[in-house]
């Protein structure tokens, strides 16, 4: 077992205004470990998500990544808010896919892929073009390099956006309910993508709704409701054994 | 199941066999021909009266058109509209930056130029920097309000008429500029900052490299709209005696009487410098729809030809060709 985990969030709360989001969240994710979070929506899996790369500011609780806390440093008893750069150095180690893709549409594939690693890793342009190319391949679009966004279909587009996480070469992929904007005969490609991520042994945490993929891929589940964790373990275990009345009657809605 | 097929039929069966195309006689137009003769009427009428109009001396518009007085002041014209543009669209972008920053001193700030820019007329506000040096004798750069002095300058020899004319429009446009820019920024959707965050790009970077080149698409049909404005607005600049194109005819005219003449000049000069800076706009935005839409909207020959076309017959059922981006299948 590895000393330090990946994500590990203790008590972790977040409010908006007077609506508790996130209600004292405890879980820990190991290097290599698929996450899959499931529940309802408004249940608080997205913005725990968000958390993580600092996309939203936690209230409560401490939350760390890869053994450093997110958004804060610690000396004595006292927490210290990171400046900017701090901050964006430390999201640029994770990779996040979004439920819209979030492409930029003014730029081709593969200059979508390369604009990260060019401005803010300031790579060489030749070596984020060879790693763009190569990602692309990975990822079955060889050939929609110079494509805009607008010209590829969801799932191409979702899978380009897999692949622009990637060209950052992060430590830890987050995924936002990465197959819920696809029409149906568009999941597979983009499951096919993350299943071969995570056999390649990336840690990820993805919220999703597809339960034949948390099954198949995850290591761990966890299923939430209003801003806490109702379950977790195994997920062929909680999928087939939900022990949570809670559980029990969201699985049985959505099985 | 039912008898229905719902897969493509086999191939040489009945189904499978393309029906032939549909020739029908189109709708016809009869009331867009009477317009046309009405309208052709009535231009033809105005041309008639003012061509044989008695006072109008139509030889000395021919005459005077391209004089050199008025060629000097048609490239002042566009020199003071380039030159203001820039520092309004220049300081538009800083303000409108300004405004949406999460900094409370920089929002204020820029919420204060906008609010006394746009207040003031610009005429009064070209005439004051005219005058700057009634009430200021020197302009510097120094430690107190009274010296020591790090630079200094008198500020008659300063101020010369060309720049408080492009001071005065350049800073009135800004303050125009960073709501049209603002606007921009604004219809930017979110989840692109979002991206762009999480890639770890820093809040300039996203600005310039995310958020503005998309912003463009909006900003730049009202910026078209400012510079047309502007290319007339300069003739304000007379106040600050800048021999601009006005200037030149009102010169001409206070000598020659051939008032209505000039008048007639300069707007010759004026439609045909807006219509180059419409077509360069037309170009601009055809530049920053890249990815935004599947095919480029077609140029003005293209969209010329097409209205020539369904004048009188339905639009055409193939569309002209377009000069696009490769346009993929989906």
Same mark, same amino acid.
């Given at each position: 077992?590895?000393?330090?985990?990946?994500?590990?969030?203790?008590?972790?709360?977040?409010?908006?205004?007077?609506?508790?989001?996130?209600?004292? &969240?405890?879980?820990?994710?190991?290097?290599?470990?698929?996450?899959?979070? &499931?529940?309802?929506?408004?249940?608080?899996?997205?913005?725990?998500?968000?958390?993580?790369?600092?996309?939203?500011? &936690?209230?409560?609780?401490?939350?760390?990544?890869?053994?450093?806390?997110?958004?804060?440093?610690?000396?004595?008893?006292?927490?210290?808010?990171?400046?900017?750069?701090?901050?964006?150095?430390?999201?640029?180690?994770?990779?996040?896919?979004?439920?819209?893709?979030?492409?930029?549409?003014?730029?081709?594939?593969?200059?979508?892929?390369?604009?990260?690693?060019?401005?803010?890793?300031?790579?060489?342009?030749?070596?984020?073009?060879?790693?763009?190319?190569?990602?692309?391949?990975?990822?079955?679009?060889?050939?929609?390099?110079?494509?805009?966004?607008?010209?590829?279909?969801?799932?191409?587009?979702?899978?380009?956006?897999?692949?622009?996480?990637?060209?950052?070469?992060?430590?830890?992929?987050? *995924?936002?309910?990465?197959?819920?904007?696809?029409?149906?005969?568009?999941?597979?490609?983009?499951?096919?993508?993350?299943?071969?991520?995570?056999?390649?042994?990336?840690?990820?945490?993805?919220?999703?709704?597809?339960?034949?993929?948390?099954?198949?891929?995850?290591?761990?589940?966890?299923?939430?409701?209003?801003?806490? &964790?109702?379950?977790?373990?195994?997920?062929?275990?909680?999928?087939?054994?939900?022990?949570?009345?809670?559980?029990?009657? *969201?699985?049985?809605?959505?099985? | 199941?039912?008898?229905?097929?719902?897969?493509?039929?086999?191939?040489?069966?009945?189904?499978?066999?393309?029906?032939?195309?549909?020739?029908?006689?189109?709708?016809?137009?009869?009331?867009?021909?009477?317009?046309?003769?009405?309208?052709?009427?009535?231009?033809?009428?105005?041309?008639?009266?003012?061509?044989?109009?008695?006072?109008?001396?139509?030889? #000395? #518009?021919?005459?005077?058109?391209?004089?050199?007085?008025?060629?000097?002041?048609?490239?002042?014209?566009?020199?003071?509209? =380039?030159?203001?543009?820039? @520092?309004? @669209?220049?300081?538009?972008? =800083?303000?409108?930056?300004?405004?949406?920053?999460?900094?409370? #001193?920089?929002?204020?700030?820029?919420?204060?130029?906008?609010?006394?820019?746009?207040?003031?007329?610009?005429?009064?506000?070209?005439?004051?920097?005219?005058?700057?040096?009634? @009430?200021?004798?020197?302009?510097?750069?120094?430690?107190?309000?009274?010296?020591?002095?790090?630079?200094?300058?008198?500020?008659?020899?300063? @101020? #010369?008429?060309?720049?408080?004319?492009?001071?005065?429009?350049?800073?009135?446009?800004?303050?125009?500029?960073?709501?049209?820019?603002?606007?921009?920024?604004? !219809? =930017?959707?979110?989840?692109?900052?979002?991206?762009?965050?999480?890639?770890?790009?820093?809040?300039?970077?996203?600005?310039?490299?995310?958020?503005?080149?998309?912003?463009?698409?909006?900003?730049?049909?009202?910026?078209?709209?400012?510079?047309?404005?502007?290319?007339?607005?300069?003739?304000?600049?007379?106040?600050?005696?800048?021999?601009?194109?006005?200037?030149?005819?009102?010169?001409?005219?206070?000598?020659?009487?051939?008032?209505?003449?000039?008048?007639?000049?300069?707007?010759?000069?004026?439609?045909?410098?807006?219509?180059?800076?419409?077509?360069?706009?037309?170009?601009?935005?055809?530049?920053?729809?890249?990815?935004?839409?599947?095919?480029?909207?077609?140029?003005?020959?293209? !969209?010329?030809?097409?209205?020539?076309?369904?004048?009188?017959?339905?639009?055409?059922?193939?569309?002209?060709?377009?000069?696009?981006?490769?346009?993929?299948?989906?």
């Amino acid at each position: 077992m590895p000393a330090v985990s990946m994500v590990r969030a203790e008590a972790v709360h977040k409010n908006y205004g007077r609506l508790e989001v996130l209600r004292g &969240i405890d879980l820990e994710v190991q290097p290599k470990e698929v996450m899959c979070m &499931i529940g309802p929506s408004g249940s608080g899996k997205s913005t725990f998500l968000r958390c993580i790369n600092h996309l939203e500011k &936690i209230d409560a609780g401490r939350l760390s990544v890869d053994g450093e806390l997110v958004g804060y440093r610690e000396r004595g008893d006292r927490l210290y808010e990171l400046p900017d750069r701090e901050v964006c150095r430390k999201r640029s180690e994770i990779g996040m896919v979004f439920q819209h893709f979030n492409l930029f549409p003014h730029m081709t594939a593969l200059e979508n892929l390369i604009e990260a690693p060019i401005r803010v890793k300031k790579e060489s342009r030749a070596t984020a073009v060879t790693r763009a190319r190569a990602l692309l391949e990975r990822v079955g679009l060889a050939e929609k390099v110079d494509a805009y966004p607008k010209q590829l279909s969801g799932g191409q587009q979702q899978r380009v956006a897999i692949a622009r996480a990637l060209a950052m070469q992060p430590k830890l992929m987050l *995924f936002d309910e990465p197959t819920s904007a696809l029409d149906p005969e568009l999941v597979g490609e983009v499951l096919d993508v993350m299943r071969g991520l995570a056999k390649d042994g990336m840690t990820m945490i993805v919220v999703t709704h597809e339960m034949g993929f948390a099954r198949e891929v995850g290591d761990s589940l966890v299923f939430m409701d209003s801003g806490a &964790i109702v379950e977790k373990g195994d997920p062929r275990d909680v999928l087939a054994n939900p022990q949570h009345e809670r559980t029990q009657s *969201f699985l049985s809605k959505v099985l | 199941m039912t008898e229905i097929a719902s897969g493509p039929p086999a191939p040489g069966s009945q189904a499978g066999r393309r029906p032939e195309a549909i020739k029908a006689i189109p709708v016809r137009h009869p009331l867009r021909w009477v317009s046309a003769v009405i309208v052709l009427a009535f231009a033809a009428d105005a041309v008639y009266t003012l061509a044989t109009a008695p006072n109008m001396r139509w030889a #000395v #518009v021919g005459q005077y058109l391209f004089q050199r007085l008025i060629l000097q002041g048609a490239v002042l014209t566009l020199e003071l509209t =380039v030159a203001a543009m820039v @520092i309004g @669209i220049a300081l538009g972008i =800083v303000l409108a930056v300004m405004r949406l920053s999460p900094n409370p #001193v920089m929002s204020w700030v820029s919420w204060f130029y906008i609010w006394f820019f746009r207040g003031t007329p610009v005429l009064v506000q070209i005439f004051f920097w005219w005058n700057l040096a009634i @009430i200021l004798k020197n302009i510097g750069i120094g430690i107190a309000p009274n010296g020591p002095w790090l630079w200094h300058e008198a500020t008659n020899s300063l @101020i #010369v008429p060309f720049t408080a004319a492009t001071l005065g429009l350049g800073l009135n446009e800004a303050a125009y500029m960073a709501e049209i820019v603002r606007a921009g920024i604004i !219809s =930017v959707e979110h989840g692109q900052t979002e991206a762009a965050q999480a890639l770890g790009m820093s809040r300039l970077q996203v600005m310039q490299r995310i958020v503005l080149p998309q912003a463009m698409r909006v900003i730049i049909p009202p910026t078209g709209n400012e510079t047309i404005s502007m290319l007339k607005t300069t003739s304000l600049a007379f106040v600050a005696t800048v021999p601009e194109l006005y200037t030149r005819a009102q010169q001409i005219s206070s000598s020659t009487f051939y008032v209505v003449e000039m008048l007639f000049v300069i707007s010759i000069w004026y439609l045909f410098l807006t219509s180059i800076l419409t077509i360069a706009q037309y170009y601009i935005e055809r530049h920053f729809a890249r990815g935004a839409q599947r095919e480029l909207p077609p140029t003005p020959f293209q !969209s010329f030809r097409r209205m020539l076309v369904t004048f009188h017959a339905p639009p055409p059922q193939v569309p002209l060709p377009v000069t696009a981006v490769r346009s993929e299948h989906r």
